[in-house]
Nanobody
């Protein structure tokens, strides 16, 4: 079994910052791309950012220059530092990872349970 657990969401004022964390645990042989998606109220899920094991990153245009993704490969953890938050960043944020399960028997995408981020004054 593989599990992703997020933490760090909450309520923040416009212009504020939050840091999300996501830890992958279970029968893991290797983790490829990790990242974050979000789902604003009444809208479909959208890509926020991804990061490869080598550290190559990709960002949605709407968050470039404000959000930063990083990962600790040894700890199976990915982080999302969110600065200069705007009301339109309000969404449920989901951690994502492409994982080889133990003994390299299966490669598939895994998702966290989601964490709410609300940007409001």
């Amino acid at each position: 079994q593989v599990q992703l657990v997020e933490s760090g969401g909450g309520l923040v004022q416009p212009g504020g910052s939050l840091r999300l964390s996501c830890v992958a645990s279970g029968s893991i042989a290797a983790i490829l791309t990790m990242g974050w998606y979000r789902q604003p109220p009444g809208k479909p899920r959208e890509l926020v950012t991804t990061i490869t094991p080598g550290g190559s990153t990709n960002y949605a245009d709407s968050v470039k220059g404000r959000f930063a993704v990083s990962r600790d490969v040894a700890k199976n953890t990915v982080y999302l530092q969110m600065n200069s938050l705007k009301p339109e960043d309000t969404a449920v944020y989901y951690c994502y990872a492409n994982i080889w399960s133990s003994a390299y028997t299966s490669l598939r995408d895994y998702w966290g349970q989601g964490t709410q981020v609300t940007v409001s004054s």
